[in-house]
T-cell receptor
């Protein structure tokens, strides 16, 4: 158990809908990262937040947005969903900014999203 | 362009055998290299992190090597167990922003 929690575990919705995925980082971790993993594909970095502020952006679509709240939990909002958005969405956390040589990311169990 | 390539794409070996997974990267400037293990449907778990000055690091039956000159890394698994069946992902940290470049992973299957 990494200490990172994600809800819900599974989500089934229809095209065009909007969903919100939630992540609680490990106690004390200030950075939260979001990743997308499509079936049999590698992880795609979406976005990073540090202590409430956006720090880095990856391949995140304009239909997707995220935020980190004062209690450090984070939410990933996916709107106008398409079939291709079906994937595993992982949240990870790290103590600081993820910089330097020794800081690792701790991953949550993921949310499996199925768009029908 | 910063890239991380892993080989083989997939590998099947018998329980108890050893294996070596490869990672080649074209990342500059290099900061560190990590190996993660990802069980199917679960989040990745860190195995090792190596900086420029480290060329070998072990974690139990897992030993990672790094050759910064040739920009290659390998992950050697000794005396494989059924629980080693997973994807192994090489991740390189690059640049002043320590951007993480993720490889596509090697899918390892251990057969009894």
């Amino acid at each position: 158990d990494s200490g990172v929690t994600q809800t819900p575990k599974h989500l089934i919705t229809a095209t065009g809908q909007r969903v919100t995925l939630r992540c609680s980082p490990r106690s004390g971790d200030l950075s939260v990262y979001w990743y997308q993993q499509s079936l049999d594909q590698g992880l795609q970095f979406l976005i990073q937040y540090y202590n409430g502020e956006e720090r880095a952006k990856g391949n995140i679509l304009e239909r997707f947005s995220a935020q980190q709240f004062p209690d450090l939990h984070s939410e990933l909002n996916l709107s106008s969903l398409e079939l291709g958005d079906s994937a595993l969405y992982f949240c990870a956390s790290s103590p600081l900014l993820g910089r330097g040589g020794q800081e690792t990311q701790y991953f949550g169990p993921g949310t499996r999203l199925l768009v029908l | 362009k910063n890239q991380v390539e892993q080989s083989p794409q997939s590998l099947i070996i018998l329980e108890g055998k050893n294996c070596t997974l490869q990672c080649n990267y074209t990342v500059s400037p290099f900061s560190n290299l990590r190996w993660y293990k990802q069980d199917t449907g679960r989040g990745p778990v860190s195995l090792t992190i190596m900086t420029f000055s480290e060329n070998t690091k072990s974690n139990g039956r897992y030993t990672a090597t790094l050759d910064a000159d040739t920009k290659q890394s390998s992950l050697h698994i000794t005396a494989s167990q059924l629980s080693d069946s997973a994807s192994y992902i090489c991740v390189v940290s690059a640049g002043s922003n320590y951007q993480l470049i993720w490889g596509a992973g090697t899918k390892l299957i251990i057969k009894p």
